[in-house]
């Protein structure tokens, strides 16, 4: 679109695998909020996850983050660690981990193609509810419950 070949720019990182490595190598690099000791694990995965979905709406390209495995195993130590503490096995955590970040991924990636000002008002009483498209505010409302669902669900597969 700028008129710019990506010639001199793959010389330097190699090719377009490489340069979306690095983005996503910076979009993730410092993702993690601080843990808190006093926190309950679902709560920070909440945090986690509502900070990874911010990070990327900002990338308006989803294939960004369709590969680059590494800065998101980096990116998720710290809610592995936080799980952990909170009681879940090493692969409870890892199940868990990948589970809220591939729903985010998808859920991001869906909000983005789609309109989400299509709709003029809820129409009912449910986020989500009016087939004409859903508002901003009702995204906000969607992902907080995708997330407490899953959160749930794993404590209630790993609750002893």
Known sequence: RLGVSP???YTRVGNKAALIDAVADHL???????????EAWPEYAGRWCRELRERLKRTPDSRLYLGARE?????????????????LST???VQACRLLMWATVG?????????LHAARARRGRLSGSNPEGVTPEEADELFEL???????????????
């Open 28 to 38: 993730l690099v410092d993702l993690a909020p601080a843990t808190d000791a006093a």
């Open 71 to 87: 800065p998101y195993v980096e990116a998720s130590r710290p809610l592995i660690g936080a799980m952990r503490d909170g009681g």
């Open 146 to 160: 995708h997330v407490g669902l899953i959160t749930a669900g794993v404590a209630g597969l790993h609750d002893d």
């Open 91 to 93: 692969d409870a955590a």
């Open 7 to 9: 010639m001199p720019l």
């Open 107 to 115: 859920f991001v990636a869906m909000e983005q193609a789609s309109s």
